[in-house]
């Protein structure tokens, strides 16, 4: 009987509650992604379908978070994503990296559905492989300079140990 109640009052409860605001997501353009000239540029497309850029030339302070609509712990990743691009605009950059899609489609509604607000660059031919590797997801930390400062293989498991990697590779205190 006890049980019963506690489920009934629960139901009432979360009946009354007014459901959250999801933030719908956008196909942003790739041309405010900052890069510089290299030898040999690795160039994508943007999500958006318009010009992207040459991975292997961005400049930082940024990251680069590598992922697929399809990979289970990218999905984690994006609510701390999210919170950290609210609170880094204008410090880093954050641009994202779709690869392995079974079309461009699914990259951006995925976009759309998950609230993403920053560039994503995306992969159509796996051209990304020779500078990234294979595996997602993987988080890029690129210096000012355009060096790759530190690779984050993996899961980022919260904002915490993203804005403290932030900080500690690339210099930019949050």
């Not at 139901?11 to 007014?18: H, K, N």
């Not at 560039?119 to 997602?136: E, H, T």
């Not at 930390?141 to 993996?154: L, M, Q």
Request: charge should be neutral; proline fraction near 3%.
């Amino acid at each position: 009987m006890k049980r019963i109640a506690v489920l009934v009052v629960t139901l009432l409860l979360t009946g009354c509650t007014s459901a959250s605001q999801e933030v719908a997501g956008e196909l942003v353009s790739c041309s405010t992604v900052k890069t510089q000239s290299v030898s040999d540029p690795i160039s994508l497309g943007c999500l958006d379908g318009s010009e992207g850029a040459a991975i292997n030339g961005i400049k930082g302070p940024a990251i680069i978070n590598v992922w697929g609509s399809w990979c289970g712990p990218c999905k984690e990743e994006f609510p701390i994503l999210k919170s950290f691009y609210q609170k880094a605009q204008g410090d880093v950059e954050l641009i994202g990296v779709d690869v392995e899609e079974s079309s461009i489609k699914a990259g951006q509604s995925f976009v759309i559905k998950n609230g993403i607000t920053w560039p994503n660059l995306y992969d159509s031919k796996g051209s990304s492989r020779k500078y990234f590797g294979m595996g997602v997801p993987v988080t890029w930390f690129i210096s000012a300079d355009g060096a790759v400062a530190y690779k984050h293989i993996g899961v980022i498991k919260n904002e915490i140990e993203l804005i403290s990697l932030t900080s500690k590779y690339l210099g930019v205190k949050l």
